[in-house]
């Protein structure tokens, strides 16, 4: 009996031991997790507490200094850029090591190496897109033309390597001991991998959706209702601005022979409403200081770790500060001594689907010009944890690789759509913004962006000289007027593109009259530039709202840029509710409830501000939701993809035709009118807003919109922060919705003596452990800043720590 016990200890405590080393789908090794000298404990520190006064780094030339001042902003101090980049790669690393390596292996479609099967779709969807591709082509480009890029990237990469060689198990981020994987080395390839990264989050295309809606509505009524450009349109170049260049001539094909058929397939994500940018500069003309003042906020997704990492980058040539992208060299939005720059997304259709027409099933010709022309072949090993891996084979002809066919997001055999985009040619975007964080004026921001091509970027500029610019850059198509518009013919050489826009036709302007320029996503020109531009998610109420402000102001200050950056005014709302209210009134409202009674009066009161605190935003957007998808929701079709109206089109459609055909759906009994679906769409509203003040107790505009910004793994909740108190929405110059926002705030004021201020939502460090990871959310959400003014190493009276790296 006494042997039968010990047996059984001996198998519980075998079980227990091999359990807790085992991985159970999601759940990691327990084991590993709890191991008081590897495990997640080690994770709970902050780095002000943790720090080397030396460090060795191998290869470097003379000693590097790097300050970390009270927020852990790193100030690296130099003798040369070899040096500096190297160390800007430890540093990096230091701080953001799992979430560089994680979003590179998003790029490259690897997350299934990571989490297992779940991400499949995800990784063959990223390979097929060519993403891999892209940076494989740049990488060579850069090797072969710019080595002196190429040597940085390096620098930067072995600095990366030398810090994963010095990590224990024990020092290891968290996630990585979650997910139980180990950090790869890091290379020039994944730095370009990153790159194309943003270019993938920061493009979209309709040109399937569009194509349905052709064969749906007919061109006429398309044309109405996604108009080339608005009313009020209200360009990134001022209207004003005189085109001083003969464009080049571009063929016009006199038969369009656009595929006719509806296109029924899954088509890809695209970026969501929200995703955009603020950015602008004003001349000294109309600042208090008489210096230009610049102002940059990218709106993108709300992560933890925290998508950007503030540095400060000196030589004995120059000192740049700023935000980084981790896992790239130099600074991405910033400043230095001479001049400032920013980045918006330009939203230009970059992005062109072709119909391939194959030999037959074994796809190795497809037919273009009459002729069978050889297409290649590029097979995916999709590495999956837990599984064997999965081969998905991708044709490329020479519009791009097939996206969808037979195999992938189609059930159709006929089916084979390739991708033509502007991220796949050879280019060098690092050294954009290398040239950049060196540039002293206005000719060396020109030179810089000569090297740029995706994605497409409204650079705005500021200098110490007093010059401000703004200029629309990236390698854009020579197309001929709707070419891209749709799904094209991918065996008729009339759809090819033609070359490209010189750079030096490029929109864009130096020191305009009114004394400001400014972009906000909206159209870059207006009809009067010479070459076709065209994208489907063109803004028209932030770059209004802005333009404006800017009008009316004078004796600017930075303040005055901080207020205005998080200026919460709903001009949507404001233009869209009186006319609303107005056709509202004029329908029988007897079945109005108390509830109802109370929520018309609050919006009839409503300033079209949109803080936390109000409950009117909320009532506005229920109302304009329901009555949204009732004008709309008839266009869609089951298994047909489309894309619908914008907001602009449909107010300007309930402002000047309330009685037009568009708003009745015809399979219903009665006829329908823009009255009949305000009414409809209010009562649904008021019995919403009951529920969610029975449920909650509160419909303020905070509560409802659940501003959250989650880890880069949605499951790690307990890493993420949510129900952050803040206001705005998409369309408001404060961009903070649901899950986007402003993810980097900066005003830059030039001049001898100019300050610099900064925030983002986070924190520089990536671990969730350190009081550092989430130090700066609070501000954020506040409208706050902190000041990031260049400093020099005789500038710190009481830094957080220093550390000096010697060879």
Known sequence: MRYLGFILVFLITMGLGISLSMQFGTIPPIGKLLDPNHGFWQNSYSEDMDFEDELDLNNLSKPVKVIYDENLIPHVFAENDKDLYRVQGFITAKHRLWEMEFQTMAAAGRISEIVGPIAIELDRMTRRKGLAFAAENSLQFIQKEHPDTYELLEAYADGVNQYIESLSAGELPIEYKILDYKPEMWSAYKSLLLLKYMADMLVGDRDLEYTNLRNQIGQEMLDKLYPDFPEENDPVIEAERIWDFVPLEIKKPVDKRYPDEDVFVNTLPQPVEGIGSNNWAVSGSKTKSGNPILANDPH????????????????????????????????????????AWGVTNATRDTRDWYAI??????REEYLYDEVWVKSTFRVEEIKVKGQSSFLDTVVYTHHGPVVYDKNFRSDRKDVNFSLKWTAHLESNEQKTFLLLNKGKNHGDYIEALNHYTSPAQNFVFASKDGDIAMKVQGRFPLKWEGQGKFLMDGKNPDFEWQGFIPNEHNPSTLNPVRGFVSSANQH???PSYPYYTFDHSFEHYRNRRLNDRLKEM???????????????????????????LG?????????????????????????????PNQEEPTLFQVWWENLYQGIWSKLKTDGIPIVLPNKYQTTKLLLNEPENEIFNNPETPERETARSLLRSSFYEMVEKIKEIEKAEKDYTWANYKKTSILHLVPNFRSFSHTNVYTGGGAGILNATSERHGASWRMIVEMGKGGSAF????????????????????????NGEYVDVSIKSEENFSNPLFCTLFKN
């Open 300 to 339: 993108l997704s709300l992560n933890l770790p925290s998508l950007w990492y503030v540095m400060q980058l000196s030589t004995p040539a120059q000192s740049v500060k700023g935000a980084t992208l981790p896992g790239a060299l130099g600074i991405i939005s910033g400043f230095n001594e001479n001049i």
């Open 357 to 362: 027409q194959f030999k037959d099933e074994r």
């Open 524 to 526: 870059p020109v207006d």
């Open 554 to 580: 004078n004796q600017i200050t930075s303040k005055d840029m901080m207020a205005l950056q998080f200026d919460n005014f709903h001009l949507h709302a404001s233009e869209a509710l009186p006319v609303m």
């Open 583 to 611: 056709l509202l009134d004029s329908t029988d409202l007897t079945q109005m409830d108390e509830f109802g009674t109370k929520y018309l009066n609050q919006l009839k009161k409503w300033n079209f501000n949109a803080f």
């Open 758 to 781: 900064g925030i983002y939502p986070g924190g520089q460090s990536g671990n969730p452990g350190s009081k550092y990871y989430d130090n700066l959310i609070k501000k954020w959400a």
